[in-house]
Nanobody, 118 residues
Framework: QVQLVESGGGLVQAGGSLRLSCVAS????????MNWYRQAPGKQRELAAS??????TNYADSVKGRFTISRDAKNTLYLQMDSLKPEDTARYYC?????????????WGQGTQVTVSS
């Protein structure tokens, strides 16, 4: 069984920084891609940042230049968020597409809350 567990959310003032982490645990999987989504109250979930298995990154226009997605060799995904704005307030979800012996599967973490005060 594979699990994604996020951490690192919290309350920060505008202009501040936070670093989110997502640990992918389990056995016998290969990462096809890992992403950070976010969902603000009353809004649809949106893709904030993505990283392919080859390390190619993409960002939503709203976070480009302020957020950085990365992944280490231990299958931990990070999102470094700098120059945070009140409009970045949302619940942030880690998402992964993994290949297992049983096939290709998608997984979601439980989310971590980020609140940016003005």
């Amino acid at each position: 069984q594979v699990q994604l567990v996020e951490s690192g959310g919290g309350l920060v003032q505008a202009g501040g920084s936070l670093r989110l982490s997502c640990v992918a645990s389990g056995t016998s999987f290969r990462i096809n891609g890992m992403n950070w989504y976010r969902q603000a109250p009353g809004k649809q979930r949106e893709l904030a940042a993505s990283m392919s298995s080859g390390g190619i990154t993409n960002y939503a226009d709203s976070v480009k230049g302020r957020f950085t997605i990365s992944r280490d060799a231990k299958n931990t995904l990070y999102l470094q968020m700098d120059s945070l704005k009140p409009e970045d307030t949302a619940r942030y979800y880690c998402h992964a597409v993994l290949s297992l012996p049983t096939g290709r599967h998608e997984y979601w973490g439980q989310g971590t809350q980020v609140t940016v005060s003005s």
